[in-house]
């Protein structure tokens, strides 16, 4: 990566709707990126399975908020086919240093079994990767993302790119005019990522 790629030149860039990524895990390169097609999860737009929130209320886990920012990134790395290298993975660490970055965390005891984890830009929050060890862990902490982001006072919910399991949540797919629209109109907002208290409870975020 090069040496001038810091936290500030990776949030203007997210400013004017790029991000960056990386071929694989052992690729030293890393290259910008700006979809023709966006995914985004308009947040009152979330769609939760009646198993999923079932198993919300029973709250089998634990929900922490950015105590294991780096465990959640290496989660998200560990895969056989992953754009996060280690030139990412360092600058994230930065934007999370920073403020800019934040972690929803899945607890099963004292293991780490699942998260998401992305940037804040005002009021826009940008979700990079997300992984799960347990079943729906990715789910639960996606439920528990949108609720802070709508507690929080977040206007757009930007996921890259569209998946089938972003989709059955509520993920859709927009141009690349209407996703920059969003943007502005999110970055002249305000929001807050820890306005939300640590401990939010299962029927709280089934109720929103």
């Not at 305000?190 to 640590?198: G, M």
Request: charged share 25%; net charge negative.
């Amino acid at each position: 990566m090069p040496k001038d790629l810091s936290p500030n030149l990776i949030l203007n860039a997210y400013a004017r709707g790029i991000f960056p990524m990386s071929e694989a895990r052992d690729d030293e390169g890393v290259f910008w990126v700006d979809p023709e097609r966006r995914g985004i999860i308009p947040l009152d737009a979330f769609r939760m399975s009646r198993s999923l929130r079932k198993t919300i209320l029973r709250e089998p886990y634990d929900i922490r908020i950015d105590t294991n920012f780096a465990g959640v990134i290496e989660g998200c790395a560990d895969r056989d086919e992953t754009w996060i290298n280690d030139e990412i993975v360092a600058i994230y660490m930065d934007l999370f240093d920073a403020g800019h970055a934040h972690s929803v965390e899945v607890w099963d005891g004292d293991a780490l079994v699942g998260g998401v984890y992305g940037v804040t830009l005002r009021a826009a929050y940008f979700g990079e990767s997300m992984f799960s060890h347990r079943r729906d862990a990715s789910k639960i902490a996606l439920a528990y993302l949108v609720s802070r982001l709508k507690f929080g006072g977040y206007q757009l919910f930007d996921t890259q790119f569209l998946t089938d399991h972003l989709a059955s949540l509520g993920g859709i797919e927009i141009s690349r005019a209407s996703y920059h629209q969003a943007l502005q109109a999110a970055l002249s907002g305000e929001a807050s990522f820890l306005r939300q208290p640590q401990t939010v409870s299962g029927r709280q975020v089934c109720s929103e």
